[in-house]
């Protein structure tokens, strides 16, 4: 294990993203390592709180852009594969949000400093989320031509604000996130970790065999709700968002990481929204 | 097959509107279309003296509007707006009969299956807004009320002034808050809580999170345009694409559904019997015209307060 850390204690199970470096941001490796862990953190009788966190600054900045080693995070354009290929890619994206949002534990993320995209999908799937109160929380996938694709969205902060928020890109940091529900609250970031192992404690005083099925409750009225559709409908539209073509004069991230590299990349990508969003 | 109602059988199922060619060359009257710039069209309602109700030939209008914004390619975001004082004060009560915009008048006296087809299509035509592929921004001041409301709601992005007034009043005072029901996209029951009438300022609406943003009226059309100019950056297919699973994730949590439970309660709705001491829109608009419902009906829906009991 390097790009997830592991640690139990006091029954608590705490889950470090580990790539500092990159503002923890996926790669493939990383999924890989989540998804050998997982499973053992699920089977383990002797942790009854799962703690998601981040190494460093930051909690998570998404999926690695970079182009290498992502083809767990990302669909590359230009990638010719069979649309068999693709939806099992598509599938295995969007089961890993599911996996973790039924992970047959209560699990709480712990949220600092950039929490956008995937990352702050891992944070959406997590039973709680705890956050310092200046973390960053976001969704510019649109703004490459990406689909955002998590289904939570619109049941956590309703139509409106999901359009506004993946329209725009906008960050919102850990207060308004918790005045719109999309997290359960905002700390200074100082308190963050006491705040998280106080209520795990609370939580892991719980009986642990009525922990799960409590959990399965509250999350089958969700699945009456639609999410169990919403998942698989979800990888379709991803499937045909790969055949989306973009016009001559529209910002194409993936051309312009080519040619300029991936930082430029960004800044271009950000740059019509920045002022906009500072202002809002 | 002509149903004698003033439309086909053919139409009582689902279509698009937008997909026929009917706007080319259209006499826009009741809506206005405009360019702000390349990539910005504005759509203006245009009854200001009606404070734009919805009679039929707006919604004609504003449909040959939404049709020619999104068959023009350049064109990536759609703003709504209203002439005059208000966005809208829903339908228009005091429509000749035979308008198909409600009241539909009873002594039209349709057959169940008609009334029930219309009632569908009416739905639907806010299903087709928010199934538009572009992005619309609805710009609200003054009143926005009813069917003018649910017009707004079904846009995806609501700026609005801080003392512009969002609700609904239905008929009388008997619907308050059930008829809006679907089209409310809070799907929050905090916000429901204890609001059998929904009446709320644009302040407290985008608190509540139906509008995104409320802002003092003098500064309405600046922030509205801001907000179409940056969306106006993002890819178009990519937000159609992402406009339709967000349309699909709202029939999945049950808008369907819900769509369908509205059209069913309103036919139910024509054939409501009033008791004697009920407000009755026909009986009222017959005895004392439009303006003495409207007042009658204020006083009903605002009862004052009972007097506090002697300790």
């Given amino acids: 294990m390097s790009t997830v850390l592991y640690e139990k204690k006091d029954g608590i199970g705490y889950i470090t993203l580990n790539r500092p470096e990159e503002l923890n941001a996926m790669n493939d490796e990383m999924l890989a390592e989540l998804d050998e862990l997982l499973p053992k953190v699920e089977m383990d009788l002797d942790v009854k709180v799962a703690v998601f966190r981040g190494a460093g600054k930051d909690f998570c900045a998404g999926q690695d852009l970079t182009g290498v080693k992502t083809y767990e995070v990302l669909s590359e354009p230009g990638e010719h594969l069979t649309i068999k290929k693709r939806m099992e890619a598509e599938r295995r994206r969007n089961r890993r949000w599911e996996y973790i949002f039924n992970l047959a534990k209560p699990t709480i993320a712990q949220v600092h400093g950039h929490c956008l995209g995937t990352g702050c999908y891992l944070s959406m799937v997590c039973d709680i989320t705890i956050a310092a109160e200046d973390a960053q929380f976001g969704d510019p996938l649109l703004r490459m031509g990406l689909l955002p694709h998590m289904p939570l969205w619109l049941y956590l902060v309703g139509i409106k604000r999901t359009r506004e928020l993946l329209f725009t890109g906008c960050y919102i940091d850990g207060i308004e996130a918790e005045k719109i529900g999309l997290i359960n609250k905002a700390v200074p970031r100082d308190d963050l970790e006491d705040e998280v192992n106080n209520m795990a404690t609370g939580i892991a005083l719980m009986n642990c065999d009525a922990l799960a099925p409590a959990k399965d409750a509250v999350n089958s009225v969700m699945e009456a709700r639609g999410l169990g559709a919403a998942w698989r409908f979800t990888n379709d539209m991803q499937l045909v968002m790969q055949q989306r073509t973009m016009l001559p004069e529209e910002f194409n991230f993936f051309s312009v990481r080519e040619k300029k590299g991936l930082k430029a990349a960004i800044e271009e990508r950000d740059a019509p929204f920045k002022k906009f969003c500072e202002e809002r | 097959m002509p149903t004698g109602f003033g439309w086909n059988f053919k139409t009582q199922y689902k279509e698009c509107f937008y997909e026929h060619n009917d706007y080319r060359e259209w006499d826009f009257q009741t809506a206005l279309y405009e360019k702000v710039n390349d990539r910005v069209a504005r759509i203006t309602l245009n009854r200001p003296d009606k404070r734009n109700a919805f009679n039929d030939r707006m919604f004609e209008d504003l449909a040959a509007a939404m049709h020619k914004a999104n068959d023009d390619p350049d064109v990536r975001v759609v703003i709504i707006r209203g002439a005059g004082n208000h966005f809208g004060a829903g339908h228009d009560l005091s429509s000749p009969e035979g308008e198909e915009s409600p009241p539909v008048h009873p002594s039209v006296n349709p057959t169940l299956q008609d009334y029930y087809g219309f009632e569908r299509r009416r739905c639907y035509k806010y299903d087709d807004i928010t199934d538009y592929p572009k992005i619309t921004i609805a710009q609200v001041h003054g009143k926005c009320i009813g069917a003018s409301q649910i017009f ?64 003092p009226l003098d500064k309405l059309e600046a922030e509205t345009l801001r907000w179409a100019q940056v969306l106006s950056n993002l890819p178009s297919e990519a937000v159609a694409v992402t406009k339709e699973w967000m349309s699909g994730m709202q029939d999945i949590m049950g808008m369907g559904g819900t769509q369908r439970a509205h059209y069913h ?34 006083e009903t829906a605002t009862p004052k307060a009972a007097p506090k009991e002697k300790k």
């Fill in chain 2, 265 to 298: 309660a309103h036919t139910g709705l024509q054939y409501v019997r009033f008791r004697p001491e009920e407000l009755n829109l026909y009986k009222e608009k017959r005895d004392k015209g439009l303006k003495g419902f409207l007042k009658d009906r204020a």
């Fill in chain 2, 152 to 215: 707004a709601a079904s846009c995806d992005i609501i700026v609005t002034a801080e003392d512009a007034q969002f609700g609904i009043r239905g008929f009388g005072s008997q619907l308050h808050g059930l008829t809006e029901y679907p089209l409310w996209p809070m799907w929050s029951n905090k916000a429901y809580a204890g609001r059998a009438v929904t009446e709320i300022s644009g302040k407290e609406a985008a608190e509540l999170g139906f509008a995104n943003k409320a802002v």
